[in-house]
Structure formats: C-alpha cells, structure tokens
C-alpha cells in the first residue's frame, strides 16, 4: 500500500470542497455544539428533522424484524430489493450514543440498489443509558444471528460488513467478536469508514486544532464519556479498542476517511495494522472530506459512495 503525500496538501483540495467545507463551518459555528446538549436533546432534533441533518427520509423497501438480543429484544432494520445476491451488515454511527437504524435508510437504500445486496443494520443499544459492552454485544448477537440465518432468510449465505464513525468501531469489534467466539472468519469484505478505532483519541484527535466541522476533539470526548462513563476499558479490550486487538484472519477491507477529518490517524493506523495482519486492505484518501463527508451531494462524497458501492459488490460477486 502507497499513500501519495500530496494528498495531504492544501492544493489537493478542491474549490468545491473548500466552499462547502467554509459553508458548513459558518453553519455549524452559529449552533450550539453537540457538547454542550444532552444526548436526548441531540435525537429529538434529528429525529424532528431540525438539525442540519435535514429530515428523516424512511426507505420503502425497508422493514423490521426483532431477534432475541444479550438485553433482550433486538431489533433489525432490513432494507430487500429484488433477490439479494448477498447481505451487508450495517451498523450506523453516531459516537455510540446518537443515531439509529432507520436514520440510514438513504445510504442503507443506495447501498442494496448498487450491490444487490440485501442490508441489514442493528440497531444496537445507545449509550449512556446502555454504555458500553451493551453496544457491541447486541452487533455481535446481530452478526451471530445473520450467519445462522443468512441462508433461509435472504437465500444466500455471501455475507459483507461495515460501518461508519463509531459504526466502524463496532463492526471491526464485530468481526474480531464472532471470530474469537464461534470461530467464523467468513466474512466476504468490509466497508470501514473514517471509524474510531480507539475511542481514547488517537493523535489527530487529541491534537485537532480545527472548529465547526461536524466533529472535534471536545465531541469526541463527549461521546467516549458516554460510552465509557466509569472506568475506561482502554487497550486491553479489543472489542472497545480493536486498533489494539488481534487482526489476523479478517476479511479485505475497504478504509476511507478525509484528510480534514479528526479521525484520520484511526483509520491510517488500522489499515496499517489491517495489512501487516496478512489481510487485503485498500485505504481511499479524499483530500479536504471533513467528517460525515460522504453524506453530502459533493463530488468527494460522490466519489467516495461510489467506491465503496463498487467494493461491497465485488466482495459480494
């Protein structure tokens, strides 16, 4: 793996992104920051659809089923167009204490219309009413049900995985969780997107000198207190920290993140790490993509779904 050191440059950004990146900011200054709100008054604006987030758009193809979880009932939001050729397993970001299942149904739609996969995402227990491990545990339990049941349920056991921001976190954690515990190892790729691969902060986070762009390092430290609210697990615990877990026997990887993003030491350090562990893994770099980028009608964004789309569906071919 070679990473070109221009694109780390401020001359490899575009005008476009550096419009949109000084439009957000200017938005986004002008709000409250996410560390300054409770948790329940961060989901009652998305989901009145008043954040910048814009409204909540539900798929029509999307539909529930609930499972028996580790703290009971569990729910999985299923989004089925056509006859899947395979199953991605998504799990939504939101630092571990925001977001939803349902909340991803745009990008969870366009993922099965692009792959032919069917998508199944988890909607796991949020944090700080259910800190962590109650988060991972219910990707696991999701996970363990999907390859029990992918067969009979969708007609094809051909299964994918991935996530973005805390999503990727748990979905890394997921596959070291179902390797360690029923020995599958057959997953067939995995879409990681700018994840939080130690919420304990990784240089970039701890050093990010830049405000208003969705995330710095007082949200990032916001959400790990959350999640972690007494005693940090830290390092020791892969399924909290999986940049520190055993690697080996995981499935290619597709890792993607912008340069102004303050997880880019993440995702730079688990490619790594992914690689030296034996595994394939390609990492996409997209010069001046803030975090969340991808969720924006702008050419990185664009480019980035796109990538991702074409990788899930070659794994899954």
Known sequence: MEIDPGLFREDAISDETKT?????????????KTSSATPDEIRAERRSGQSFWGPVVHSDHARNIVIEGPGGALELRIIEVGTPRGVYLHIHGGGWVLGGADLSDVANEAMALATG?????????????????AG????IAGAVWLIAHAEETFGTDVLTIGGESAGANLAAATLLGVRDRVG???????????????????????HWDQDGLVLDSDTMMWFRDHYSPQEEPGIDDPLYAPLYGRLDALPPALFSVGTRDPLLDDTLFMAMRWLA????????????GIHGFDAFPI???????QRMHAFIAEAAS
């Open 184 to 206: 599958y190892s057959g997953w067939r790729g995995a879409n990681l997107v700018y994840g939080s691969y130690l919420p304990g902060g990784t240089p970039s986070v701890h």
């Open 299 to 305: 050419e990185i964004g664009i480019a980035a779904r």
């Open 277 to 288: 562990a034996g595994n394939d893994a390609e990492l996409a770099i997209y010069p001046g």
């Open 20 to 32: 949109f990146n000084a439009q957000l900011q200017a938005l986004l200054s002008s709000l409250p």
């Open 136 to 139: 991972i545990e219910d990707c």
């Open 117 to 133: 996969c069917a998508v199944v995402s988890v909607d796991y227990r949020l944090a700080p009413e259910h800190p962590y491990p």
